[in-house]
């Protein structure tokens, strides 16, 4: 598991209600940033945005494959793009 409770809670003063807009929040920004990690144009963008997102709700697996796409070199971006989409569907499974 790759979601960081702990941390969510810390960050979130344990507030149910604001966990579960945050969440919503994540899972609803999750169909535009998967779109743009497929383009050409916006994919770096994308993949900083959710390192950042990932990073503040505790996704910790997530930021790091954020941050692997970021920096990887043209030859590795294909799969450092797939682990991405991989690590965004894990922690949408987790964001309940």
Not at 30 to 56: C, F, Y
Not at 69 to 79: F, K, T, V, W, Y
């Amino acid at each position: 598991m790759s979601f960081d409770r702990a941390h969510f809670d810390h960050m979130t003063g344990g507030d149910a209600a604001l966990q579960a807009e945050i969440l919503d929040l994540f899972r609803g920004q999750a169909a535009l940033w998967t779109e743009a990690l497929a383009s050409n144009d916006n994919w770096r963008s994308a993949a900083h945005t959710i390192k950042g997102s990932a990073r503040g709700i505790g996704f910790w697996t997530l930021a790091d494959a954020c941050a692997a796409a970021e920096q990887a070199a043209p030859a590795d971006l294909g799969a450092a793009l797939d682990r991405l989409r991989e690590a965004l569907g894990v922690a949408l499974k987790e964001a309940v």
